[in-house]
């Protein structure tokens, strides 16, 4: 992304942050008259080319999760499934991951995300793991198992800092360029 870009993006989320903070300023409130929430000018369009998501973050998420090795780290040390028809280790512990960072409350919440297009579009998946077969996948887990999972993921979460983009773009330390104050 281009600093031009990034200069553009910066002003349009301070400027949505100033609005939001002068909206929610502490004032002596009169009695009202009418709810609050008394609906905007909305207009809603359906459009091919974009999607939108509640969860917007979840593919920036896997790309992380991806550049950082976890995915890999994953499938080569957690060994509970014999053949990967037609999901892999890493599918069925991400599945449930995500399923609880896009706001689900149990495994049968992943059926809303299997039927999300726009969510299966952000994973780059044609399909993702159903709630039954999530829940067979956690039965498989023993003591043991557990604790390699736990150190699937220790290792990693030791790596160096990264930076996620307003954009979704993920920059290694390497690529940082200091930043001087205005």
């Known amino acids: 992304m281009s600093q031009k870009s990034n200069r553009k993006y910066s002003k349009i989320i301070r400027n949505r942050q100033q609005r939001i903070e002068r909206r ?10 009418e709810p609050m929430m008394k609906g905007g000018n ?3 369009e359906i459009s091919n080319k974009y999607q939108a998501i509640g969860c917007g973050g979840i593919g920036v ?10 995915v890999k780290e994953i ?13 892999h280790e890493s599918d069925h512990v991400l599945n449930i991951a995500y399923n609880i960072l896009a706001g689900g409350m149990r495994l049968e919440d992943i059926e ?3 039927n999300d297009e726009g969510f299966l579009n952000a994973l780059g998946a044609q399909r993702i793991p159903d709630p ?15 604790v390699t999972l736990m150190e699937c993921v220790n290792p990693v979460r030791e790596l160096r800092p990264l930076t996620v983009l307003a954009d979704g773009g993920i920059k290694p330390p390497s690529a940082w360029k200091p930043v001087t104050p205005d």
């Open 24 to 33: 929610l300023v502490k004032k002596q409130w009169e009695d009202q008259s």
């Open 42 to 44: 909305i207009h809603y």
């Open 61 to 70: 998420f896997h790309q992380m999760v991806k550049k950082i090795g976890l």
């Open 75 to 87: 499938n080569t040390r957690l060994k509970l499934l014999k053949v990967h028809v037609p999901y």
């Open 112 to 114: 809303l995300r299997r």
């Open 132 to 146: 039954t077969t999530a829940g067979d996948f956690t039965r498989r887990f023993n003591e043991e198992d557990i």
